[in-house]
């Protein structure tokens, strides 16, 4: 687990949801929280002589700034006091993924915590122009959360997701995924549902042909699997499922199992690997009702 959370806010009491993950996160890891806030700069104009462009900072533009600094330490220092955890603000001005992504680097940040709307129409803004592209772009992994939901831990031995489904499809990366959940959990006592997807064509298929293909899935690849994270306070139960629409069956055995989680890899990049965002990641986050964990490739920033 990271000893370095990084919670990007956007001065809104939305984006502040994202600490309500993070604090009990490094509560139970003995992490610090970085709250980072990327101010877009001002436009800039050609000056008279056809020189640099010069920067349009009005007064209205200093208060801006000043106040969102401002409200950035107030929030770490409340963090600080009520919650006892160490935190730390990052205050930068420029684009904001391209800042948040430099925040990641600055702090040696191993986790990323932050709110996201999700849904389509106008809500669909931040996921599209920022949480969008740190999946695609990010190199640490990505807890995204919608829900308002306080997060709260009694003891120290609490698991904080005491069910979580895994989406694996066969390949390495997805693998990595879980051992990601397994540092987010850590030595807590939780259960993990392992969750294998069979693509299958919309026209029907027999019922033969599903049984025996789950059976497959399930004794020859996911039970095997299992048996590996399986420890006397870890249960791993396993799920094969045969569906024409990943994210959906995901979605589902989330909610079939009452899941306070979902944990996922992803490619990252643009071009063919952008698929796996917009028809899996994309798809279960904008459908979740509980955060979910993005692993990327370990390559993806340099894709």
């Known amino acids: ?179 990601q959940a397994v540092q987010l959990i850590g030595d807590c006592t939780g259960e993990f549902v392992l969750v294998r997807v069979e693509d299958a064509p919309i026209a029907a298929v027999s019922s033969t042909w599903i049984a025996e293909t789950s059976v497959r899935l399930t004794e020859g690849y996911l039970e095997p699997l299992a048996e590996r994270y399986r420890t006397a306070t870890r249960r791993v139960s396993t799920h094969a499922v045969v569906h024409h629409d990943a994210p959906r069956a995901v979605l589902d055995a989330a909610k079939a199992t009452h899941a306070f989680g979902i944990v996922l890899a992803t490619h990252g990049r643009t071009g063919v690997r952008r698929a796996v965002i917009g028809s899996v990641a994309d798809k279960i986050i904008r459908g979740a009702s509980v955060p979910v964990l993005v692993c990327p490739s370990p390559g993806a920033r340099d894709a």
């Open 1 to 179: 687990m990271s000893r370095r959370i990084l919670v990007p806010l956007d001065g809104s009491p939305f984006s502040e949801r994202a600490l309500t993950l993070a604090v009990p996160l490094a509560q139970q890891h003995g992490a610090s929280i970085v709250l980072t806030l990327a101010h877009p700069l001002p436009p800039r104009v050609e000056d008279a002589t056809g020189g640099a462009g010069v920067s349009l900072r009005e007064p209205a533009e200093h208060d801006v700034r000043d106040h969102l600094r401002q409200q950035l330490e107030r929030i770490a220092r409340r963090v600080a006091m009520k919650d006892g955890v160490t935190t730390a603000t990052q205050f930068r001005e420029g684009p904001i993924v391209d800042e948040i992504e430099a925040a990641i680097a600055d702090v040696s940040a191993e986790l990323v915590v932050m709110a996201t709307h999700g849904r389509g129409g106008l809500s669909r803004l931040w996921l599209g122009s920022v949480t969008d592209a740190l999946l695609r772009r990010s190199h640490v992994p990505l807890l995204v959360t919608r829900s308002a939901r306080k997060w709260t831990l009694t003891t120290a031995d609490e698991p904080l997701f005491p069910r979580v489904v895994v989406a694996l499809d066969g390949s390495a990366l997805s693998e990595r995924a879980l051992e």
